[in-house]
Nanobody, 123 residues
Framework: QVQLVESGGGLVQAGGSLRLSCAAS????????MGWFRQAPGKEREFVSAMDWSGLNTDYADSVKGRFTISRDNAKNTLYLQMKSLKPEDTAVYYC????????????????WGQGTQVTVSS
């Protein structure tokens, strides 16, 4: 099992920045990729960004490309999401996820999930 705990959410004005963190514990050696997803009220959960264990491969949703940056500190078993130029449409609960499956898309295969952290962007 892998446990994931997100932090760093909050209320920010449009154009502002936030950095989300996701601390992983447990069988972290089994993790191939880690990613961020979000779910806005009344909408389905959607992919935001992901990175494989090497850090060499990343993926971003078109809606956040150029504004969000994913990174990880393997020594701390922590995944980050730096969010800049935030927009009201970025308002959602952001979830950290981990996948043990290699060779698949970075957008799927996630079996471990955190509890989520709320990000609210005011206009």
């Amino acid at each position: 099992q892998v446990q994931l705990v997100e932090s760093g959410g909050g209320l920010v004005q449009a154009g502002g920045s936030l950095r989300l963190s996701c601390a992983a514990s447990g069988r972290t050696f089994s993790v191939y990729a880690m990613g961020w997803f979000r779910q806005a009220p009344g909408k389905e959960r959607e992919f935001v960004s992901a990175m494989d264990w090497s850090g060499l491969n990343t993926d971003y949703a078109d809606s956040v490309k150029g504004r969000f940056t994913i990174s990880r500190d393997n020594a701390k078993n922590t995944l980050y999401l730096q969010m800049k130029s935030l927009k009201p449409e970025d308002t959602a609960v952001y979830y950290c996820a981990a996948s043990p499956y290699s060779g698949s898309s970075l957008r799927s295969g996630y079996v471990y999930w955190g509890q989520g952290t709320q990000v609210t962007v005011s206009s």
